[in-house]
């Protein structure tokens, strides 16, 4: 077995929260602002464009791992979830992650920690909302309680997950935490697909097909016009229906407050957002229009 000289380990990998609470404060005291990265693991590029941000806008970089089962409305999902930590450490590390953070669950969910409901409001309701009924409220739980352990200066998201990116900022809102949300654009495939860890699912006939579904926001984004968005929107659910998918959603909406955007006047920030499961494996993706 190899093991690296202790010279050239760079990232420290820490279980618990005073541990960490520990080394944070001696990152502070020295000044260094803190960059955060929450990731469920089996990293990829797309996960490691935001610990470059994180390197970049901030003095210390922390990712954490941790697979959060509030999160999951499917148990089937939260089962089949990839897991790829010795991958994961080493990618971090070859990226120059200063601080992995490792938290066994019962760290996050102590046996008798409160369950707290988080009045996110309409954000909450649709698109994702509807078809994952108490997803956010587990994104939420989660964040809330990383954001509280690691208090960073920055919380660096993925535009992948565009709507928990609204929904994270609208907790933000409402919970007394300091951080910046700084949202990082999608990083995709060669051949367009948006990077997830649940590509890792997909066979090569499933994988061949999953592009479709950035080509088709793309289409949507070349043809995007002020006017009535029914036409576009019916088009790209039978172009993904034609192609084997069952969309949850094809919707147009109000880049902000995710409101659907029947007719666009032209001005409105507009993003298109796409959920379709390729049998039994769901992509999401998304575009701005505007
Ligand atoms: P996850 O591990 O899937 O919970 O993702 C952790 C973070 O990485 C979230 O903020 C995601 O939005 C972000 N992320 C996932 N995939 C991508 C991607 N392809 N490009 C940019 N960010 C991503």
């Known amino acids: 077995m190899y093991f690296k000289p202790f010279t050239e380990i760079k990232m420290i990998l820490i279980k618990t929260i005073h541990e960490l609470t520990i080394l944070l404060e001696i990152e502070r005291q020295q000044n260094r602002s803190i960059g955060f990265v929450p990731t469920m693991g089996a990293l990829h590029a797309g996960h490691l464009a935001l610990l470059n941000a994180a390197k970049l806008?901030?003095?210390?970089?922390?990712?954490?791992?941790?697979?959060?089962?509030?999160?999951?409305?499917?148990?089937?999902?939260?089962?089949?979830?990839?897991?790829?930590?010795?991958?994961?450490i080493d990618m971090l590390e070859a990226n120059g992650c200063d601080i992995l953070f490792l938290p066994p669950i019962t760290e996050i969910y102590p046996e008798h920690h409160r369950t707290k409901i988080y009045d996110l409001g309409y954000?909450?309701?649709?698109?994702?909302?509807t078809f994952r009924p108490g997803h956010y409220q587990g994104v939420c739980q989660v964040v809330d309680k990383l954001l509280s352990i690691v208090a960073p200066d920055k919380l660096f998201?993925?535009?992948?997950?565009?709507?928990?990116?609204?929904?994270?900022?609208?907790?933000?809102?409402?919970?007394?935490?300091?951080?910046?949300?700084?949202i990082v654009p999608t990083v995709r495939e060669?051949?367009?697909l948006a990077m997830s860890s649940r590509n890792l699912r997909l066979n090569i006939q499933q994988r061949e097909k999953a592009v479709l579904v950035s080509r088709t926001l793309f289409n949507i984004k070349e043809t995007f016009k002020p006017g009535p968005t029914d036409q576009l929107?019916?088009?790209?659910?039978?172009?993904?229906?034609?192609?084997?998918?069952?969309?949850?959603?094809?919707?147009?909406?109000?880049?902000?407050?995710?409101?659907?955007?029947?007719?666009?006047?032209?001005?409105t920030p507009a993003v298109a957002l796409i959920a379709a499961y390729m049998d039994d494996i769901r992509l999401i993706d998304n575009v701005l229009l505007n």
């Open 157 to 182: 998201l993925g535009q992948k997950d565009y709507q928990q990116c609204m929904v994270i900022r609208k907790m933000l809102e409402i919970e007394p935490h300091i951080a910046e949300v700084v």
């Open 233 to 267: 929107q019916s088009s790209a659910v039978e172009a993904l229906v034609s192609h084997g998918f069952k969309p949850d959603y094809v919707a147009i909406a109000d880049a902000v407050t995710l409101e659907p955007i029947g007719n666009w006047n032209g001005n």
């Open 123 to 129: 954000i909450e309701t649709v698109l994702e909302g």
């Open 57 to 88: 806008q901030a003095g210390c970089s922390v990712c954490s791992i941790f697979v959060n089962p509030t999160q999951f409305n499917n148990a089937h999902d939260f089962e089949k979830y990839p897991i790829t930590i010795e991958k994961d």
């Open 190 to 192: 060669a051949d367009g």
